[in-house]
């Protein structure tokens, strides 16, 4: 990508295809994701907030949307926290977790 902006922008159509399925909208369009930033070595942070304290679907919410910010050209690694959920700490780091690996080098 040649600047963030594009990149951005991007990040934000891939994002419009996480589709929920309670409501048939996208993520972007019903605002679940707050905060979206990005360095200048490619590596994001953003905020998933579900729809509810409770949400049934936050967990493959959040692996969708995690796979989808991956998939982007130019994003070099992401940091997603969860806000506003019963268990967002734990999700949050059942999620770092996830990352971490897909980041981690394979053997060589």
Known sequence: MSNLHELREAILARLSTVIDPETGLDV?????IEDLAIDQDG??????RPSSALCPLAVPLAQ????????????????????????????????RQALEELERPGPA
């Open 43 to 48: 590596r994001v942070a953003y905020k998933f």
């Open 64 to 95: 969708a949307i995690q796979a989808a910010v991956a998939e982007v050209d130019g994003v070099a690694g992401q940091d997603m926290q969860i806000v506003g959920y019963i268990q967002a700490e734990e999700l949050t780091a059942l999620i």
């Open 28 to 32: 972007v369009r019903m605002r679940l």
